[in-house]
């Protein structure tokens, strides 16, 4: 008999989730595992650590060793499990709320000191579980409980943040685009330090049907026919980057020092002295 990922990689005892119908988090956590399970990841070996919201609870299904923590404090929680054992692979998830806004000076110190984490963002552009607020990243004009008449502050670009915090691999995918965003995934995994990648999502529920965007399936062909593949955006002149057109892909990458090496320093200067 075929032994199929969701039977290896999630806890049949906490499924079947409570994620909307339709919400695009169950394809984001399948992508992560599907990238794991291309790394050869062992799940003893692996940590998943989540915040509070729709997306955090995904590492309550997975089959690892998983901190679900409080609210914005996902990053400070991994950073100590990975200074306690740099040997062990550390995810983070966390949503737009949770990383940008009540997590956001610990996002941006995380990329700083390029703790070695796999950061992966579901941005479903609102606070879903908490009640439909605005988040950082809800878009200009969008409504929110928080922003009956639509939102008039002006959104995060998470990716550019991190970009500029000192992450050393950002990237960008979607829902729709799976195989891409495994790809971004794994290639976060692949790199030693901060990892950062924005999964967009559809959340049909608390961000589509407060702004008449329709059900999935027309929010998942959104992302189809707006989403641009980098190395075509790079090429576009700026009249062409209009409307709700974005880029996914490969933002960033470079090498440096990650924060448990930095930290092995001060232990052996310590230990000399
Ligand atoms: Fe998904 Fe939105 Fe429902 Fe939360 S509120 S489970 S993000 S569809």
Redesign the pocket.
Known sequence: MVERSYETYFRQNRLPH???P????GIVMKAIVQAIEKKGWSQDNTVIVSGI???S?ASGYMDFDTLHTAHGRAIPFATGVKMANPNLNVVVIT?DGDCTAIGGNHFIHGCRRNVDLTVIL?N?N?Y??TG?QASPMTPLGKKATTAPYGSIDRPFDACKLAEAAGATYVARSTAFHVQHLVKMIEGGMDNKGFSFIEAL????????RRNKIGE?AKMMAWMRDNAVMKNVWDKLDDDKKVADKFPIGLFYKTETETYDQSYNHVKEIAGSL
Do not use: D, E, H, K
């Not at 339709?22 to 988090?25: A, Q, R, Y």
């Not at 999502?201 to 589509?208: I, R």
């Open positions: 409570l994620w909307c339709g919400c695009g988090n919201g729709c997306s609870r949503g579901f479903n609102i879903g579980m439909g999502v559809q959340c049909p529920t608390a961000y589509g999935p």
